[in-house]
Antibody, heavy 116, light 106 residues
Framework: QVQLQESGPGLVKPSETLSLTCTVSGDSIGRSGHYWGWIRQSPGTGLEWIGSIYYSGSTYYNPSLKSRVTISLDTSKNQFSLNLSSVTAADTAVYYC????????WGQGTLVTVSS | EIVMTQSPATLSVSPGERATLSCRASQSISTNFVWYQQRPGQAPRPLIFGASTRATGIPARFSGSGSGTEFTLTISSMQSEDFAVYYCQQFSKWPITFGQGTRLEI
């Protein structure tokens, strides 16, 4: 059974960097052919893809966030991470991690609030 | 960027009735497409992959069709647990994009 679990601070100050980690069990993030992605959902709104990372380390980002986003893999811990810099209140959202580009497995999501 | 447009934004149906949701892509995406269901406070749950293949554990009352730019999700007989928000998503080209959602209400 594949499971993903997001972790990280629930509160981030404006202008700081939001950092989240997704821990994967039941699959290997280094498995050939797999993508791993981050999606967010602002309160009461729809879903926004943030970016994805291929098992090889290649990254793909939403153009609207590209200048502020970094996604990385840690194969030793079977984790992948999201860094979003220079956050504002508009980055307040539930952040999800998911497997593949058809997002067949999702984490439960973690609410990150940007506030001083 | 491929824009995914869902219609209607809200659909009011009664339990037992049939519900039909639509999603249109701004350019052809073949069947690189997924339907999701999202209940309040939960993560989205995949329903249909590749436009017509039900995900594991999804009841047979859910069916999908379409290819190219036009896709349809049909719920043959609405159950109480089906009242939720439904999203479509394409992964044919970067950036991955979602539709804005269709809310199914009683």
């Amino acid at each position: 059974q594949v499971q993903l679990q997001e972790s990280g601070p629930g509160l981030v100050k404006p202008s700081e960097t939001l950092s989240l980690t997704c821990t994967v069990s039941g699959d290997s993030i280094g498995r050939s052919g797999h993508y791993w992605g981050w999606i967010r959902q602002s309160p009461g709104t729809g879903l926004e893809w943030i970016g994805s990372i291929y098992y090889s380390g290649s990254t793909y980002y939403n153009p609207s966030l590209k200048s502020r986003v970094t996604i990385s893999l840690d194969t030793s811990k079977n984790q992948f991470s999201l860094n979003l810099s220079s956050v504002t209140a508009a980055d307040t959202a539930v952040y999800y991690c998911a497997r593949r580009n058809n997002f067949d497995y999702w984490g439960q999501g973690t609410l990150v609030t940007v506030s001083s | 960027e491929i824009v995914m447009t869902q219609s209607p934004a809200t659909l009011s149906v009664s339990p037992g009735e049939r519900a039909t949701l639509s999603c249109r892509a701004s350019q052809s995406i073949s069947t690189n497409f997924v339907w999701y269901q999202q209940r309040p406070g939960q993560a989205p749950r995949p329903l249909i992959f590749g436009a017509s293949t039900r995900a594991t554990g999804i009841p047979a009352r859910f069916s999908g069709s379409g290819s190219g730019t036009e896709f349809t999700l049909t719920i043959s007989s609405m159950q109480s647990e089906d009242f939720a928000v439904y999203y479509c998503q394409q992964f044919s080209k970067w950036p991955i994009t979602f539709g804005q959602g269709t809310r199914l209400e009683i």
